[in-house]
């Protein structure tokens, strides 16, 4: 049972910001979202999470609507090296036992 | 500070053998997890574990068992190898608390063919 819907591929050209939406409508009320992206058979790679505010770090930005039922992982400047598969995740954050559990993500390919 | 470090990185097994597939971390982790990614497919939770001495079952835990003796190490045993077990095997730890943390750290994967 799928908690978050993403699309399965997107294009970005090169230069521009790379916004890979995530609908996640059930989300509970302890339940963050992680965002991860695994680059041609590497392991995933972790990005940025959050509960309910904006979150910035080195890599990208998370934006969570008011409501949680969604939200946006932004790559300012998406490089040819940003080509990977994402993967929106939402889990219990602070207690709780369950594990961490991919979808099929969005594959996104960053065009020269 | 080496991370998550799975060995082998390449392994083939033939149909019937057993064999166990290392996971390691020094980043003092409380959770531990096995997946396995078959080609163009996304990741699947085999086996997890929240702590020394506690294991579970992910998604896809049959032929495949665990145990977690100590913080540092998570081994993986294969039974009795199947073709269907051919696949890509990512472990992966993280504190128990995401505040402040880093998410799960995985290691780079060890990719066993079974003949």
């Known amino acids: 049972d799928a908690k978050t819907t993403q699309p399965p591929s997107m294009d970005c050209a090169e230069g521009r910001a790379a916004n890979l939406p995530c609908n996640h409508s059930?989300?509970?009320?302890?339940?963050?979202v992680y965002w991860y992206r695994q680059i041609h058979s590497q392991g995933p790679q972790y990005i940025i999470h959050?509960?309910?505010n904006n979150e910035t770090n080195e890599m990208a930005s998370l934006i969570i609507t008011e409501d949680r039922k969604s939200s946006t992982l932004i790559l300012p400047h998406a490089t040819l090296r940003d080509t990977a598969v994402y993967y929106c995740?939402?889990?219990?954050?602070?207690?709780?036992?369950?594990?961490?559990?991919f979808g099929k993500g969005t594959r996104l390919s960053v065009i020269a | 500070n080496a991370g998550v470090t799975q060995t082998p990185k390449f392994q083939v097994l033939k149909t019937g053998q057993s064999m166990t597939l290392q996971c390691a971390q020094d980043m003092n982790h409380e959770y531990m997890s096995w997946y396995r990614q078959d080609p163009g497919m996304g990741l699947r939770l085999i086996h997890y574990?929240?702590?020394?001495?506690?294991?579970d079952q992910g998604e896809v835990p049959n032929g495949y068992n665990v145990s977690r003796s100590t913080t540092e190490d998570f081994p993986l045993r294969l039974l009795s190898a199947a073709p269907s077990q051919t696949s890509v095997y990512f472990c992966?730890?993280?504190?128990?608390?995401?505040?402040?943390?880093?998410?799960?750290?995985f290691g780079s994967g060890t990719r066993l063919t079974v003949v």
């Open positions: 992966a730890s993280s504190y128990s608390s995401p505040t402040g943390a880093r998410g799960y750290t």
């Open positions: 995740i939402v889990r219990p954050g602070l207690s709780g036992n369950t594990p961490l559990v």
């Open positions: 959050g509960l309910k």
């Open positions: 059930t989300i509970s009320g302890n339940e963050y």
């Open positions: 574990s929240v702590g020394a001495g506690i294991t």
